[in-house]
Structures are given as C-alpha cells and as structure tokens.
Nanobody, 113 residues
Framework: QVHLVESGGGLVPPGGSLKLSCAAS????????MGWFRQAPGKQREWVAS???????HYADFVKGRFTISRDDANNTVYMEMISLKPEDTAVYYC???????WGQGTQVTVSP
C-alpha cells in the first residue's frame, strides 16, 4: 500500500516562493508517473503537474512558467518548486502516483500579504 507524505507548505506573500516535497513508500517509485494536485476551499481537487519515469513533465495552464516538478528516484521523492505565487494558488497540495487512487494528508499553501 502506497504511503505519501507531503511537506514544505506555508504562508507566503504574493510573489513569494515555496518548494514542496512528497515522500512515497510502499511502491517501486521509479516505475510510476507522479502528479501534484491541489484543492482550494470550496472547490474540487484539480491536477497541477505531473512527471513520468522518463522525466517528461506536464503542467496545468494556470501554473506554466511558475511551477517546476521534479523527482529523485533514489530517495522516492517528488518535488514542486513554486515561484511568483498568487493568492489564487492558496490550497492544500497533494501528490500521488497517477495510476493509484491513494492520497496523503496534503500540505497547506497560503498566499496572502
């Protein structure tokens, strides 16, 4: 059973930066495409970015040019570096393998003056 632990969230002002981490266990990490998702208050969870085992990356239009997803297969970790953060980026951020329906506890990102 996959276990996911997200970290790195926090409170930052508009224009600020954060780097999220997600440690995975219980799977052969390098075999899986990984994704970041987010859920803002009162909204549905949405896909943000993904990276496959060949390091191909894809981004939602609303984060292109601002967020960068990466992975470290040696440490079973996926990252997301976020710059130029906007108030509308405020949400709980989650990671998971794209082909497995299992979620961690998420990490809160709040962008506010």
């Amino acid at each position: 059973q996959v276990h996911l632990v997200e970290s790195g969230g926090g409170l930052v002002p508009p224009g600020g930066s954060l780097k999220l981490s997600c440690a995975a266990s219980g799977i052969i990490f390098s075999h899986y495409a990984m994704g970041w998702f987010r859920q803002a208050p009162g909204k549905q969870r949405e896909w943000v970015a993904s990276i496959n085992s060949n390091l191909d990356t894809h981004y939602a239009d609303f984060v292109k040019g601002r967020f960068t997803i990466s992975r470290d297969d040696a440490n079973n970790t996926v990252y997301m570096e976020m710059i130029s953060l906007k108030p509308e980026d405020t949400a709980v951020y989650y990671c998971k393998p794209l082909s497995i329906n299992s979620w961690g506890q998420g990490t809160q990102v709040t962008v506010s003056p």
